[in-house]
């Protein structure tokens, strides 16, 4: 079992950064390969992919809308993914959730149906 904290959302102004945090407990991203992924929702839309990494941290994925301006990254020892945003845009506006899938090295996967365990969410605002 893993339990799965996001952190570091936020209101932000156009073009402002933030980076959000994925904290896990339980069986830990250090003793097993997860992958973890980012995906998001706004309002009256349905949830979609924003990036994943391979428990090696050495493959990612992204959505194409996002690449160039989001940056995800991993800390095995603490347990915790990252997503850096830069270049924020109102459209990027949503609530923000990480996932997690037991899988092997230099896997990952864009179907949040793969992922097995998942966070409580946090928001990202951006204002125009």
């Known amino acids: 079992q893993v339990e799965l904290v996001e952190s570091g959302g936020g209101l932000v102004q156009a073009g402002g950064s933030l980076r959000l945090s994925c904290t896990a407990s339980g069986r830990t991203f250090s003793s097993t390969s997860y992958a973890v992924g980012w995906f998001r929702q706004a309002p009256g839309k349905e949830r979609e992919f924003v990036a994943a990494i391979d428990w090696t941290g050495g493959r990612t994925s992204y959505l194409e809308s996002v690449k160039g301006r989001f940056t995800i990254s991993r800390d095995n020892a603490k347990n915790t993914v990252y997503l850096r945003m830069n270049d924020l845009k109102p459209e990027d506006t949503a609530l923000y959730y990480c996932?997690?899938?037991?899988?092997?090295?230099?896997?990952?996967?864009?179907?949040?149906?793969?992922?097995?365990?998942w966070g409580q969410g946090t928001q990202v605002t951006v204002s125009s």
């Open positions: 996932a997690a899938e037991h899988t092997a090295a230099w896997t990952v996967h864009t179907d949040q149906g793969e992922y097995d365990y």
